[in-house]
C-alpha cells in the first residue's frame, strides 16, 4: 500500500523556519519526482515546487512565490522528501500536501496533508 | 504559465448527470487530470490521460478532452459526489504542473 506521511507542521511567526518532512513508503522511491502543493484556507491547489528523481538530475524547480525562500531535498535511502521554508510570510498559511509523480504528468498518491500556520 | 479555467460551482440533482468543464488555450492537445477534494481531506485522482480511470474509480466517473475545453462527466450522481473537483496538466513549456481553480460540485 502506498503511504505519503507528512510531518513538521504548526504555528511559526513571520520571518522564522520550518522544515516539512514527507515520509514514503510502498512505492519505489528513487523513480518519482517528489512535489509539493498547498492549499491556504477555502482556497484552489497550489504548486509549490518539485524535486526530480536522481535519474533525471535530483534538480528543483519552485513557484516564483517561493523561489529563494523554499528549498525541497530528497533523502532516497530513508525515502523522505523535505520541505525547507525559509522567512515565512502571513500567505503561506496552507495545508502542505507531498506528492509524487513518476510520468512527470499527474499525482497517483498524496499525504494527507500537514498544516502551516505563519502568524505573530 | 498556462492558464485552466474552471466554473467556481456545478449544482446537479441525484441521479441526474454532471458536467465539469476546464478551458485552456488548444488544451485538447494536452493531457489533463482531473482530481476530486472532499472538506478536510486530500485530492483524490479520478481522471488521467483525460479519459483514463485509476482502479477503483467508478465508471460513472468520465473525461473528454477537445479543443479548447477539457470535460469531468460523473453520470448518476450521488450525494457522496459532493465535492471540489480540479483539472490539472503538466505545462511542458513552463516544466510544472498547472491547477485549475475548482470547481464545487453540489449535489442539491
Known amino acids: 500500500e502506498v503511504q505519503l506521511v507528512e510531518s513538521g507542521g504548526g504555528l511559526v511567526k513571520p520571518g522564522r523556519s520550518l522544515r516539512l518532512s514527507c515520509t514514503a513508503s510502498g512505492f519505489t522511491f528513487g523513480d518519482y519526482a517528489m512535489t509539493w502543493f498547498r492549499q491556504a484556507p477555502g482556497k484552489g491547489l497550489e504548486w509549490v515546487g518539485f524535486i526530480r528523481s536522481k535519474a533525471y538530475g535530483g534538480t528543483t524547480e519552485y513557484a516564483a512565490s517561493v523561489k529563494g525562500r523554499f528549498t525541497i531535498s530528497r533523502d532516497d535511502s530513508k525515502t523522505i522528501a523535505y520541505l525547507q521554508m525559509n522567512s515565512l510570510k502571513t500567505e503561506d498559511t496552507a495545508v502542505y500536501y507531498c506528492t509524487g509523480t513518476y510520468s512527470y504528468s499527474h499525482f497517483d498518491y498524496w499525504g494527507q496533508g500537514t498544516l502551516v500556520t505563519v502568524s505573530s | ?108
Do not use: M
Open chain 2, 1 to 108: 504559465s498556462y492558464v485552466l479555467t474552471q466554473p467556481p460551482s456545478v449544482s446537479v440533482a441525484p441521479g441526474k448527470t454532471a458536467t465539469i468543464t476546464c478551458g485552456g488555450n488548444s488544451i485538447g492537445s494536452k493531457s489533463v487530470h482531473w482530481y476530486q477534494q472532499k472538506p478536510g481531506q486530500a485530492p483524490v485522482l479520478v481522471i488521467f490521460y483525460d479519459t483514463d480511470r485509476p482502479s477503483g474509480i467508478p465508471e460513472r466517473f468520465s473525461g473528454s478532452n477537445s479543443g479548447n475545453t477539457a470535460t469531468l462527466t460523473i453520470s448518476r450522481v450521488e450525494a457522496g459526489d459532493e465535492a471540489d473537483y480540479y483539472c490539472q496538466l503538466w505545462d511542458s513549456y513552463s516544466d510544472h504542473p498547472v491547477f485549475g481553480g475548482g470547481t464545487k460540485l453540489t449535489v442539491l
